[in-house]
């Protein structure tokens, strides 16, 4: 399977490897496995630092964004409580509000990194995909009689 597809399904909140949804049981709280095939969400211990870094660099992104829109758009003469006020909202609320997409982004990223293994309990239908076919050949350099 692409890394596009994956990333397609993972921005719709998505599975990356079967494309189930409903993996969230609230905004905040993500299903330890995906109900259609199987992939454990947590798949190490640490697995969610880089879904960590893609919301907060987003959310860096979003603040400095405000503040150049806040600071321009009253420009000669800005009201700092207003600019102040916008890069707090946007502080407070990007994250919050982008949490479950970069949870399920993170996911696809990882599994672009590192595919599915087979001792990972994924449905057989999705497990490795292509990367199966030549499991059935000979290994490079040895001749069948």
């Given at each position: 399977m692409s890394t596009s597809v994956m990333l397609r399904r993972a921005a719709a909140k998505h599975c990356p490897v079967c494309g189930t949804g409903h993996l969230f049981r609230r905004w905040v709280v993500m299903a330890d496995s995906c109900p259609g095939c199987g992939l454990r969400f947590r798949r190490e211990d640490g697995q969610w630092l880089g879904s960590w870094f893609l919301n907060i660099t987003l959310a860096q992104a979003a603040v400095a964004l405000v503040l150049i829109i806040s600071v321009a758009a009253t420009y000669p003469y800005p009201n700092m409580a207003m600019v102040a006020a916008a890069g707090l909202v946007a502080a407070c609320a990007v994250p919050v509000a982008f949490f479950p997409f970069s949870r399920t982004i993170w996911t696809a990223i990882d599994l672009a990194m590192r595919p599915l293994a087979f001792d990972?309990?994924?449905?057989?239908?999705?497990?490795?995909?292509?990367?199966l076919e030549p499991v059935g050949a000979p290994p490079a350099g040895l001749d069948r009689p």
């Amino acid at each position: 399977m692409s890394t596009s597809v994956m990333l397609r399904r993972a921005a719709a909140k998505h599975c990356p490897v079967c494309g189930t949804g409903h993996l969230f049981r609230r905004w905040v709280v993500m299903a330890d496995s995906c109900p259609g095939c199987g992939l454990r969400f947590r798949r190490e211990d640490g697995q969610w630092l880089g879904s960590w870094f893609l919301n907060i660099t987003l959310a860096q992104a979003a603040v400095a964004l405000v503040l150049i829109i806040s600071v321009a758009a009253t420009y000669p003469y800005p009201n700092m409580a207003m600019v102040a006020a916008a890069g707090l909202v946007a502080a407070c609320a990007v994250p919050v509000a982008f949490f479950p997409f970069s949870r399920t982004i993170w996911t696809a990223i990882d599994l672009a990194m590192r595919p599915l293994a087979f001792d990972e309990d994924v449905a057989p239908g999705f497990e490795l995909g292509l990367e199966l076919e030549p499991v059935g050949a000979p290994p490079a350099g040895l001749d069948r009689p």
